[in-house]
């Protein structure tokens, strides 16, 4: 049930398919992040429309509202949902990295106070694990230390050895509620180092001594360091990652960042930006990111990207988009979130099937020079 097979290579570049409980992933792949059950301006038909076949749901989020046991109640995520493809969950370390001033961490946990209704709560590996397994996603994160791009090297050590601790915690408890349905869910570790490459690797090691995983996330990455620094981490780690398990790189949803990191050997990923800067009036195009708002789109009757096979592109013009925008009409909220979901997944698309014809690395050189030069503010 929990499967990962690689068929083909292009340099550190993989084509692989993941087998899981709620269905097949192919990667490289995009998944939408659906931060309260929802992705934002998104039905689940929209979704399965653009070619969705994975989402992320928010541990944290869902957690303080409506919380783990209203969601089970009402048939665990799927259901509650209405997504019947595959889910990954977060481990919520990164939404209480992000409550800097409202949280407080230590070897056992993290305690923080809620946004919701200002309640204190903690989170320990165990709890979060336990409140993963009450949700039903395919695959479940375990509790990491984030800390951010800038943070000391000691800081990101001693993140690094709490989170590998955490983590054996974690997979006990995991294994314990799984003993019964086993093929129900999976446990991944999240790799933690910052931009040190011997921590990056002291964590892969430690985390692979803890046991076989049926995939590896990187996280603590896209947290403020420059992206060249980030490119430099992923080659180091790369060939020491183990070449059967799926790799997640966390919080990573720029087309060029994603083009990056399948160079490097990177499988997963997942980011609110498509749906954030489509609510903001930016989508992705070939030739860079395209302000919907700018009055150069006022009278322009060709569809936001010609290359685009999306409901958006295929039925509106630039100048109506841009009239919705200036309305302040929701649905052009929707038009662009929807158009560029479908860009990434189907930019996925196109690197898979470039990496399976063995052309991958030229193309995707080509992408982005493209993409970087033309695009507009």
């Given at each position: 049930?929990?499967?990962?097979?690689?068929?083909?290579?292009?340099?550190?570049?993989?084509?692989?398919?993941?087998?899981?409980?709620?269905?097949?992933?192919?990667?490289?792949?995009?998944?939408?992040?659906?931060?309260?059950?929802?992705?934002?301006?998104?039905?689940?038909?929209?979704?399965?429309?653009?070619?969705?076949?994975?989402?992320?749901?928010?541990?944290?989020?869902?957690?303080?509202?409506?919380?783990?046991?209203?969601?089970?109640?009402?048939?665990?995520?799927?259901?509650?949902?209405?997504?019947?493809r595959p889910l990954l969950t977060d481990s919520g370390g990164f939404q209480v990295f992000s409550l800097e001033a409202?949280?407080?961490?230590?070897?056992?946990?993290?305690?923080?106070?809620?946004?919701?209704?200002?309640?204190?709560?903690?989170?320990?590996?165990?709890?979060?694990?336990?409140?993963?397994?009450?949700?039903?996603?395919?695959?479940?994160?375990?509790?990491?230390?984030?800390?951010?791009?800038?943070?000391?090297?000691?800081?990101?050590?001693?993140?690094?050895?709490?989170?590998?601790?955490?983590?054996?915690?974690?997979?006990?408890?995991?294994?314990?509620?799984?003993?019964?349905?086993?093929?129900?869910?999976?446990?991944?570790?999240?790799?933690?180092?910052?931009?040190?490459?011997?921590?990056?690797?002291?964590?892969?090691?430690?985390?692979?001594?803890?046991?076989?995983?049926?995939?590896?996330?990187?996280?603590?990455?896209?947290?403020?360091?420059?992206?060249?620094?980030?490119?430099?981490?992923?080659?180091?780690?790369?060939?020491?990652?183990?070449?059967?398990?799926?790799?997640?790189?966390?919080?990573?949803?720029?087309?060029?960042?994603?083009?990056?990191?399948?160079?490097?050997g990177m499988d997963l990923f997942d980011c609110v930006a498509p749906t954030r800067n489509g609510r903001n009036g930016?989508?992705?195009?070939?030739?860079?990111?395209?302000?919907?708002?700018?009055?150069?789109?006022?009278?322009?009757?060709?569809?936001?990207?010609?290359?685009?096979?999306?409901?958006?592109?295929?039925?509106?013009?630039?100048?109506?988009?841009?009239?919705?925008?200036?309305?302040?009409?929701?649905?052009?909220?929707?038009?662009?979130?929807?158009?560029?979901?479908?860009?990434?997944?189907?930019?996925?698309?196109?690197?898979?099937?470039?990496?399976?014809?063995?052309?991958?690395?030229?193309?995707?050189?080509?992408?982005?020079?493209?993409?970087?030069?033309?695009?507009?503010?």
């Amino acid at each position: 049930m929990f499967e990962f097979s690689i068929a083909a290579t292009n340099g550190a570049a993989r084509a692989g398919t993941l087998t899981l409980p709620h269905g097949t992933v192919h990667t490289p792949c995009f998944m939408p992040v659906g931060t309260q059950g929802t992705v934002r301006a998104l039905s689940p038909l929209d979704l399965e429309a653009v070619g969705a076949e994975i989402l992320l749901a928010n541990t944290y989020h869902l957690h303080v509202r409506p919380g783990e046991d209203t969601v089970a109640a009402l048939g665990r995520l799927h259901q509650f949902m209405a997504w019947n493809r595959p889910l990954l969950t977060d481990s919520g370390g990164f939404q209480v990295f992000s409550l800097e001033a409202f949280r407080r961490v230590d070897d056992d946990g993290v305690e923080f106070q809620s946004h919701v209704d200002g309640r204190l709560r903690r989170l320990s590996p165990e709890r979060a694990v336990e409140i993963q397994w009450s949700l039903g996603a395919d695959v479940a994160m375990a509790l990491d230390h984030v800390v951010s791009g800038t943070a000391s090297r000691a800081e990101v050590e001693a993140a690094l050895h709490r989170t590998g601790r955490w983590l054996k915690r974690a997979r006990t408890r995991h294994a314990e509620l799984a003993a019964a349905a086993p093929e129900q869910q999976t446990l991944w570790p999240i790799l933690q180092g910052g931009t040190h490459a011997d921590l990056r690797a002291a964590a892969l090691a430690a985390t692979l001594d803890a046991g076989q995983w049926t995939g590896v996330a990187v996280g603590g990455l896209a947290v403020g360091e420059p992206n060249d620094v980030m490119h430099a981490v992923l080659e180091a780690l790369e060939p020491s990652l183990p070449p059967g398990a799926p790799r997640y790189l966390m919080g990573v949803g720029f087309p060029q960042d994603l083009l990056h990191a399948v160079a490097r050997g990177m499988d997963l990923f997942d980011c609110v930006a498509p749906t954030r800067n489509g609510r903001n009036g930016s989508a992705y195009t070939p030739d860079g990111p395209l302000n919907i708002r700018n009055a150069a789109h006022r009278q322009d009757a060709g569809p936001l990207d010609p290359t685009c096979d999306c409901e958006t592109c295929h039925t509106y013009s630039r100048g109506y988009l841009r009239h919705l925008f200036l309305a302040e009409e929701l649905l052009g909220l929707r038009l662009l979130s929807l158009h560029n979901v479908r860009f990434l997944v189907r930019l996925m698309h196109q690197a898979r099937e470039r990496i399976l014809d063995g052309t991958f690395d030229h193309w995707y050189r080509e992408w982005v020079t493209r993409y970087r030069a033309r695009g507009e503010s």
